[in-house]
């Protein structure tokens, strides 16, 4: 994980500056969103949480930005290469244990917070003026869910590689209602995992 961030984190550099000329290339605004979206999805799944707690905000300015309710400018570059950088700081003390500034992430965090506050605020209010002209017609209609059934086979080893399969699951319990049932006909009883 920690390979494959570095080098994202690196690409990400070069195509921030790549937007500083071209600020409205969808092209290159995709490449930086899914960029974030990665490192944001993969540092949870290996249990780098205050990486994709820091991660999650930016990846939301991207994603307004690639809708169009958000235009690109230097602050918002500058920002995420301030960011980027604090990443790259994060990822190091994790491995090397050295002391962050927490209040620099911090700060990172609540400007970009600031950048999406008015974006929120309006869509907040369509979705409130939606839920009103809906209403009335969701009352004779039923309920629809989708329902996905998700089989998932960790590799014997998965704990090995830093891998925390809980931090998946409550990744997808945030999609909607989980229910998860575990299969343990294959785990060894406890004599064989204590010899």
């Given at each position: 994980f920690v390979e494959e961030a570095t080098e994202l984190l690196s690409e990400l550099e070069t195509t921030l500056l790549e937007l500083e000329n071209v600020?409205?290339?969808?092209?290159?605004?995709?490449k930086i969103f899914r960029a974030l979206h990665t490192i944001k999805?993969?540092?949870?799944?290996?249990?780098y949480?205050?990486?994709s707690e820091f991660t999650h905000d930016i990846e939301s300015v991207?994603?307004?930005?690639?809708?169009?309710?958000?235009?690109?400018n230097k602050e918002i570059i500058d920002l995420t290469l301030a960011a980027r950088d604090q990443i790259l700081i994060l990822l190091s003390?994790?491995?090397?244990?050295t002391r962050i500034d927490?209040?620099?992430s911090q700060l990172i965090v609540e400007s970009f917070r600031k950048i999406t506050a008015g974006v929120r605020t309006e869509e907040e209010k369509k979705s409130n003026c939606n839920k009103i002209e809906n209403k009335s017609s969701d009352i004779d209609s039923p309920i629809r869910n989708k329902i996905y059934r998700i089989r998932f086979y960790p590799f014997k080893e998965i704990l090995e590689s830093g891998t925390n399969p809980v931090l998946l699951l409550n990744e997808l319990r945030e999609l909607g209602k989980l229910i998860a049932v575990a299969r343990?006909?294959?785990v060894p009883s406890i004599?064989?995992?204590?010899a």
């Open positions: 600020p409205d290339d969808q092209e290159t605004i995709a999805g993969s540092s949870g799944m290996f249990g949480i205050e990486i991207y994603d307004y930005v690639r809708k169009g309710e958000i235009k690109i003390s994790n491995t090397n244990k927490k209040e620099q343990i006909n294959d004599e064989i995992i204590n």
